[in-house]
Every structure is written in C-alpha cells, then in structure tokens.
C-alpha cells in the first residue's frame, strides 16, 4: 500500500511538471512583513537593556545613600521597560530571535571589566546612566525614522510616552540636559492639559495664603511655575481652551499649614498621576513629544513635594 501511494504520488507530480531533479531551484521566500512600531520597539528594547545594565553596576561604598537609593529604583524601572517592551512585541508576533535580551553595554571602565569585585564610582555610573537616558528620549522624539514616537501607533503612544517621560526625569534629576524637539501640543490637548494646571495652580494659591514664611515662599514658587505653564498652553490652546472657572473643588477644606502642605502635594501626586491625560486629545504621533515632555516637566515639578518617579509615569499598569 505504502508503496503504491509513493508512486501514485511521483505519478502526480511528474504529470503535473513538478520538478524533483537535484538541480531544480530554490523556491523564494516571501520577506516577513513587520508589525506596527516593530523598528520602535526593537530600538527601546535596546536603550532600555543600555540603562537597566548601567544603572546595575556596583557603585563604590561610600557613595551617597540618596544616589545609591535613584540608581537602583532605576535599574528596577528599566527591567519593568525590558519586561514591557518584550512583552509588546510578542503580542505583536515578532519572532523572539529579533529581541533576544543580552548584556547590551559594557561597564563605564574597560580597564576594570571582568575583575571580580569591581565597584564604580558614582559620579562615573550616574553620568552614565542619564547620558543613556537623554539619548534614549533625543533618539525616540527626533521626526523622522521608522523608530521615531511620532511613527508610534494608537495602541503604543501612551507605553512609548511613559518611557520618555521616565528617562526625560530620571536624567533631569541626575544632572543631564534632555534635548527635546521644537514641538507644540496639538490645541485640544493643550486644552486638557491646561484645565489640569489650573486647578493646581488655584489648590496653591488656596494653600498659600494658609502659609508664612519659607513655606509660604516656596508654594508661591510654585504658582509663580504653574502660572507660566499655564501661559504656554493657553498660547498652544488657542481658541480651543475652555474658559477659567472662577475656582475649583478642593478634594478636603484647608483651614491650617498643614493641611495647606497636604494640599499641594495631593494636587502635585494627582497631576503626576494623570500626566498623560492630553495624549488622548492627540489624533496622531506628532504630538508624543510635546505631551512627554509637558508631563515631564509636571513630575520634575512634583519630585521636591515628594512625589515619586514611577517607572510608567501617567499609566495604571
């Protein structure tokens, strides 16, 4: 039987005009075709590998415990970047061989590499980690690039948003200038980020005339910083910005300091919090830049009222 059906099947073929000789050619195979955001992706995955091992490195005793304490919740952040990017694109189907994770930088001395019981200075690996990560947002905000935030879809631009605001912080905070494109908000969400500030900016001028001295300077401060914002996206809003109401609800009555201290930091911790609420007014990728770097500049403003840099700034994960 089984002999049979093999010539039954050679019959077939060789009167179908298949070739079998040895010297028939190879047939083509068609190119895989690429997911949304893969060149994205592909290229955060690698940006966020750089920072996760830089941020890794043991630094020398005696560094500063607040320096200490920034690298490692770093090195945390960026494994949760790694975890998420790779998780997107396995979702997306991008075969696992296109974002096998390994080692992607080496430690900031090639001469102290290898030797066991290597420590670093601080200065040395927190220079290098904010370099990694103003690199990681110049690289991801230019215009142009298949690996650029502006391409990033619907699905992506709130992920894609939330590591650039990230690393934008994180790199401000240690020292390095992030070089943000020339870009506007897109005017309605302008719009919404700028109803946003003005509730806190109202909330700290509650908060302020319950304060006197230093703390009463420094929550000025921060309306006088909130009072600017609020210009900026007036001017990006245009026609688009809803009239100022004439106060907002306070989320408890201020009636002494320290509730006029808690206040600030619960309207600084709910902005922080909703830092990316404009990008669902953005219909396209064009507006990821000015939405990161607006957020980012809400949470470097939060930071010293003791709001925390969480490793996706803006999204419930």
């Known amino acids: 039987m089984l002999v049979a059906l093999g010539l039954g099947v050679a019959g077939a073929t060789t009167s179908c005009g298949v070739r079998l000789e040895s010297d028939a050619p190879d047939l083509p195979l068609l190119p895989r075709q690429k997911a949304a955001d893969e060149d994205l992706l592909l290229s955060l ?7 996760r091992e830089l941020a890794s490195l043991p630094v020398a005793g005696g560094s500063p ?9 770093e090195a945390i952040a960026a494994t949760t970047h790694v975890s998420e990017v790779r998780a997107a694109l396995a979702a997306a189907r ?5 974002f096998t994770d390994t080692a992607a930088t080496s430690p900031p001395s090639a001469t102290a590499a290898g030797r066991p019981g290597t420590t670093y200075p601080a200065t040395t690996v927190t220079d290098a980690v904010a370099g990694a990560q103003a690199g990681l947002v110049t690289t991801h905000t230019a215009a142009v690039g298949s690996s650029s935030a502006v391409t990033a879809s619907a699905a992506n631009r709130p992920f894609v948003a939330a590591m650039l605001v990230h690393h934008a ?5 240690l ?3 992030v070089g943000w494109p020339a870009a506007t908000l897109p005017a309605p969400a302008a719009a919404v980020a700028l109803d946003q500030v003005r509730a806190v900016r109202y909330g700290a001028q509650v908060a302020a005339a319950h304060l006197a001295g230093d703390a009463r300077a420094r929550v000025v401060a921060l309306v006088d910083e909130a009072g600017r914002e609020e210009e900026r996206l007036q001017d990006w809003a245009g026609t688009a910005a809803r009239p100022a109401p004439p106060g907002y609800t306070l989320p408890f009555a201020v009636h002494s300091a320290t509730t006029a201290d808690r206040l600030v930091r619960t309207l600084l911790g709910a902005l922080v919090s ?3 609420r404009p990008l669902a007014a953005v219909d396209d990728g064009s507006g990821v830049p000015a939405a990161a770097e607006t957020a980012a500049r ?4 939060a930071l010293p009222w003791g709001a925390s ?9």
């Not at 995955?45 to 920072?51: E, F, Y």
């Not at 991008?94 to 296109?98: A, H, I, K």
């Not at 912080?169 to 905070?173: K, L, T, W, Y």
């Not at 840099?309 to 994960?317: D, S, T």
């Open 45 to 51: 995955l690698r940006s966020a590998q750089v920072v």
């Open 65 to 73: 415990g607040p320096t200490v304490a920034w690298l490692a919740r």
């Open 94 to 98: 991008v075969p696992s061989s296109s």
């Open 169 to 173: 912080v994180s790199a401000v905070h």
């Open 175 to 177: 020292g390095v200038r």
């Open 274 to 276: 909703d830092c990316l």
């Open 298 to 301: 809400w949470v470097g403003l």
């Open 309 to 317: 840099l969480a490793p996706l700034p803006g999204l419930q994960r």
